[in-house]
């Protein structure tokens, strides 16, 4: 689903966030990303989105080198992936509805659909029911899920998230992680970004590690869950 060969990115202004870095996540497969806060893993999950461009080194995603893509074709990639936040990037001014609509809205699908498709979302993440409530009007912990709704609303194969847990408390942010795995086990892929060591060693998912924008161990380190 994606792999990457030899990537490096080294910012405009001379920084370097990432150095040479092989690894692949597999199609279905969920894993963890993890490092000091700037070890590069912000920067690895926008290569893959093209927030930003790779510097060297080939970065594929289901067999494509992104580099090759045009630029009509990056919104194509993008609404095959779902994105979380730490801070949810919610429209605070907007319904939980609207907030989670608007993916398809944007896609275009009728009135009916979207209506039927956000019940679905907000079924899936606990908050039926609060398609009318404001965010403010929520607990972060909901917040979350409302960005959780729209990240999957239009069921992308793959699911990035950056820092999602990083704004809740352990309980929480372990029933964020077990929504994830609802996703997993439904056969979504799914890369989680985060530096909360404790929440990972709960769980039996393979780890990737960033250390100064270095890949520790890269595509040597299995653990038993590498589907696909
Ligand atoms: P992490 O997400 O692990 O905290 P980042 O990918 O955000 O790490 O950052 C990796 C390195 O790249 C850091 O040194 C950071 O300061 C730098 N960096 C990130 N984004 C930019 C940018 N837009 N311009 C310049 N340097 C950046
Ligand atoms: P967050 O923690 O919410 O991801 P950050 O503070 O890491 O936010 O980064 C905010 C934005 O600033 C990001 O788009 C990131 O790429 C950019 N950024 C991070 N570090 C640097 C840097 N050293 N120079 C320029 N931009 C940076």
Redesign the pocket.
């Known amino acids: 689903m994606i792999h990457f060969e030899q990537v490096s990115k080294i ?1 405009p ?1 001379g ?1 370097k966030a990432l150095s040479e870095v092989n690894f692949r996540l597999h199609q279905g497969e969920m894993a963890f990303l993890t490092g000091h806060s700037g070890a590069g893993k ?1 920067t690895l999950l926008k290569l893959i989105t093209v927030i930003e461009r790779a510097s060297a080194g080939k970065v594929s995603i289901n067999g494509h080198d992104i580099a090759k893509l045009g630029k009509k074709h990056v919104p194509y990639l993008r609404r095959n992936i779902g994105m979380i936040f ?2 949810h990037h919610l429209l605070m001014d907007k319904s939980v509805f609207d907030n989670v609509a608007l993916p398809l809205v944007i896609e275009g699908f009728s009135h009916g659909e979207i209506r039927k498709r956000v019940a679905g979302a907000l079924d899936m993440v606990g908050l039926y029911g609060k398609e009318r409530h404001l965010p403010v009007m929520l607990s972060g912990g909901e917040q979350q899920r409302v960005g959780i709704a729209r990240a999957i609303v239009n069921k992308p194969p793959l699911l990035l998230a ?1 820092e999602p847990t990083g704004n809740l408390d352990p309980k929480l942010s372990m029933d964020i992680l077990r929504l994830f795995e609802t996703f997993h086990d439904a056969g979504t892929s799914v890369l989680i970004a985060t530096h909360d060591l404790g929440l990972i060693a709960r769980m039996k998912y393979r780890t990737l590690t960033l250390r100064q924008g270095k890949m520790l161990g890269g595509d040597e380190i299995y653990t038993t869950d590498t589907q696909g």
Request: proline letters at 0%.
């Open positions: 910012y202004g920084q912000s730490q801070n950056d």
